[in-house]
């Protein structure tokens, strides 16, 4: 079964750290592009998830959004098919429901997936002040 699953999530403090975990089942991330995305939990339905940070595996080039760069970290594991967020220094602002996304060969200007070929089902982040 093609699947992306999410692991790592929790409740912490502001200030706090955690690490994130998509593992690729049925698939290789070879020549994908890959992301985490994240929605506030009871954000409204239709709203667009939040680019959080993106890897493309051809290059390893990455993105990070404006609000978690210096605190956040992607990477990818090849031997584990499974690719990282770090976070620290986390702030309540970044509570909510985590997701990666692969696209195949396939990635917007700034190397992030358009999300239309494997999707997690997500990971909650709660950061408490």
């Known amino acids: 079964e093609v699947q992306l699953v999410e692991s790592g999530g929790g409740a912490v403090q502001a200030g706090g750290s955690l690490r994130l975990s998509c593992a690729a089942s049925g698939f290789d991330f070879d020549d994908y592009f890959i992301g985490w995305f994240r929605q506030a939990p009871g954000q409204a339905p239709g709203k667009e998830r939040e680019r959080v940070s993106c890897i493309s595996y051809f290059d390893g080039s990455t993105y990070y959004a404006d609000s978690v760069k210096g605190r956040f970290a992607i990477s990818v594991d090849k031997a584990k098919n499974t690719v990282y967020l770090q976070m620290n220094s986390l702030k309540p602002e970044d509570t909510a429901i985590y997701s990666c996304?692969?696209?195949?060969?396939?990635?917007?200007?700034?190397?992030?997936?358009?999300?239309?070929?494997?999707w997690g089902k997500g990971t909650l982040v709660t950061v408490s002040s």
């Open positions: 996304a692969a696209d195949y060969a396939s990635g917007d200007y700034d190397g992030c997936p358009y999300g239309e070929d494997h």
